[in-house]
T-cell receptor, first 117, second 110 residues
Framework: DTGVSQNPRHKITKRGQNVTFRCDPISEHNRLYWYRQTLGQGPEFLTYFQNEAQLEKSRLLSDRFSAERPKGSFSTLEIQRTEQGDSAMYLC???????????????FGQGTRLTVV | GQQVMQIPQYQHVQEGEDFTTYCNSSTTLSNIQWYKQRPGGHPVFLIQLVKSGEVKKQKRLTFQFGEAKKNSSLHITATQTTDVGTYFCADSGSARQLTFGSGTQLTVLP
């Protein structure tokens, strides 16, 4: 089963350090999403890629966050100068292309749990 | 912006009892998806509803989309311990993002 893969699964970092997470989507999925989830909350949208193009970015996303998907396959999410408030589960999801409505289902990875100390 | 509210936040039921979670939006939803997240796990897609008044069933799970497409519900009949987890609805009207509700955490007591 080649589902969505995320690395690392856990990351503990000191405040002020930079961290980078990787997501490998399901191979034929051209849509890739990053979400952030904190305890007791639903996933919160961060950014969206269609192939290599970053088409949507949450207005809540600080400029310390940057994401790339250089070849339209794997993606990386970097957080610079981490803060304690960045502690959360970072989820990646991918989906097949859909034409118009309805949207297609999203397949989520296991997530990367970030703890900023 | 679009907000999707879910109630209740928590629900404890005895095994065999029924369970319902409700999802409400202040604006009309194009489509709605439901996901289940087991403790320590990641969200897993359950179903998508598209049409006004639509009802879909998956074994003991019944999903409904309101006539005005502003609300949806998930009903589980005769809960089992395997139903434990958090159930999320999500506005899936945009291809570019899902807007999730805050979820209902279900605990099933044996």
């Amino acid at each position: 089963d080649t589902g969505v893969s995320q690395n690392p699964r856990h990351k503990i970092t000191k405040r002020g350090q930079n961290v980078t997470f990787r997501c490998d989507p399901i191979s034929e999925h051209n849509r890739l999403y990053w979400y952030r989830q904190t305890l007791g909350q639903g996933p919160e949208f961060l950014t969206y890629f269609q192939n290599e193009a970053q088409l949507e970015k949450s207005r809540l996303l600080s400029d310390r966050f940057s994401a790339e998907r250089p070849k339209g396959s794997f993606s990386t999410l970097e957080i610079q100068r981490t803060e304690q408030g960045d502690s959360a589960m970072y989820l990646c999801a991918s989906s097949l292309p859909g034409t118009g409505s309805p949207n297609t289902e999203a397949f989520f990875g296991q997530g990367t749990r970030l703890t900023v100390v | 912006g679009q907000q999707v509210m879910q109630i209740p936040q928590y629900q404890h039921v005895q095994e065999g009892e029924d369970f319902t979670t409700y999802c409400n939006s202040s604006t009309t939803l194009s489509n709605i998806q439901w996901y289940k997240q087991r403790p320590g796990g990641h969200p897993v897609f359950l179903i998508q509803l598209v049409k006004s008044g639509e009802v879909k069933k998956q074994k003991r799970l019944t999903f409904q989309f309101g006539e005005a497409k502003k609300n949806s519900s998930l009903h589980i009949t005769a809960t089992q311990t395997t139903d434990v987890g958090t159930y999320f609805c999500a506005d899936s009207g945009s291809a570019r993002q899902l807007t999730f509700g805050s979820g209902t955490q279900l605990t099933v007591l044996p």
